[in-house]
């Protein structure tokens, strides 16, 4: 709900929240080991990010929704997994998700999105428990020319081979690995933001000397992000203007500027129409890459300043977030709702989730 979920290139969305879910509770209702439980999460990753590099960026750019549509096969993955299913159950479970894929981008900055992810957890595990109980799939659901691949991607428009051909060469979660958002919108504005940090904390930038913003975001990227007047704190969070705004304005975004109605307070407002956002060129999408983004700030005194990144910080592959900015992130989320001594349990807790025997402990403390 948040949007403060892990990322994957591979993907084209968000590994974890699709998968976990489901897994958790599966997992605690059979008393499964830590150890079993991240053996079956790496297995329901490795199923969904191969899915998406033989299918993307075509799907995504179609419209279609990859952590749920993709997202489906990895909580079902991990859940036969878990359950130990043959390969034969586990490719009727697979087949099943064939059918339960769902969820659309038009729906992005809405409460439709998370939905599009609860509803992805919970049909990977129902295909897993069915396929469990002798139900059937078609084992051919995915390369059918009525199946997933051609209907979803369209004839010409995936690759099998790009499907198959990195099983564990290296693993995916290995490299590039998973990236961890700082903020919590949506990551198409994330390197925009850490650049506008970088400049007013480097040029100790205040709204009142800035004449106007210029930001170039990939226009993949500004399809869903060109929000300059959004309409609720959901679509605040898919508004590159406004986290634009509260990076300018407060040096931070953060938790509180997605809720209520932060995004209507007046100084928000007055400097989002000062912010304007294009696409980059070509050359630049060429050479640096879709995430990559630059800002132009010009001051009232007709000076300006610039930057540009191009992957947001912790999103270059085999450079994760470093620990202590995971660490900073963990405590914003957990400090308004537990003590200290809580939220160390459960920190500790879930870095050594390989050596609990049983995850029904882990949960314990999250309860």
Not at 134 to 146: D, K, Y
Not at 186 to 211: E, F, G, W, Y
Not at 319 to 336: E, G, I, M, T, W
Request: hydrophobic share 40%.
């Amino acid at each position: 709900m948040l949007d403060f979920d892990d990322c994957s290139d591979t993907l084209g969305g968000h590994p974890s929240s699709p998968i976990l879910p489901a897994l958790l509770a599966l997992a605690e209702e059979r008393g499964a080991s830590g150890r079993d439980v991240l053996t079956a999460y790496v297995a329901g990753f490795e199923v969904e990010t191969c899915l998406g590099r033989g299918v993307n960026f075509h799907h995504y750019e179609k419209g279609w929704h990859p952590t749920s549509t993709l997202g489906v096969f990895g909580a079902s993955a991990a859940c036969a997994h878990l359950m130990r299913l043959d390969a034969g159950r586990t490719a009727h479970a697979l087949s099943l998700c064939a059918s339960l894929a769902a969820g659309v981008k038009s729906n992005l900055g809405s409460m439709a999105k998370p939905m599009h992810i609860g509803h992805a957890s919970r049909s990977g595990l129902l295909a897993a428990r069915l396929a469990a109980e002798g139900f059937t799939g078609n084992p051919e659901a995915m390369e059918h020319p009525h199946g997933f691949l051609d209907l979803f991607n369209g004839a010409g428009h995936y690759s099998i081979d790009q499907i198959l051909n990195k099983w564990g060469s290296p693993w995916d979660i290995e490299f590039p690995g998973i990236a961890v958002k700082q903020f919590l919108c949506c990551l198409s504005t994330q390197a925009a933001i850490d650049v506008m940090l970088d400049l007013s904390k480097t040029h100790d930038l205040v709204p009142a000397r800035v004449a106007g913003v210029r930001a170039r975001i990939s226009a993949r990227r500004l399809e869903h992000t060109d929000r300059p007047a959004p309409r609720s704190a959901l679509e605040s969070k898919l508004s590159a203007q406004y986290v634009l705004a509260c990076a300018l304005a407060d040096r931070e975004v953060g938790l509180r500027h997605f809720e209520g109605t932060a995004y209507l307070e007046n100084d928000f407002r007055a400097l989002m129409e000062r912010i304007a956002v294009v696409p980059l060129d070509d050359e630049t999408l060429r050479t640096q890459g879709d995430f990559h983004a630059d800002i132009e700030v010009t001051l009232s005194d007709g000076r300006r300043v610039s930057g540009n990144i191009t992957r947001p910080v912790g999103h270059s592959p085999g450079v994760p977030l470093d620990q202590a900015s995971h660490y900073a992130k963990y405590l914003d989320c957990v400090r308004n709702h537990l003590t200290q001594s809580q939220h160390d349990a459960l920190y500790h807790a879930v870095q050594d989730i390989g050596a609990c025997s049983d995850i029904r402990d882990l949960m314990k403390c999250v309860a």
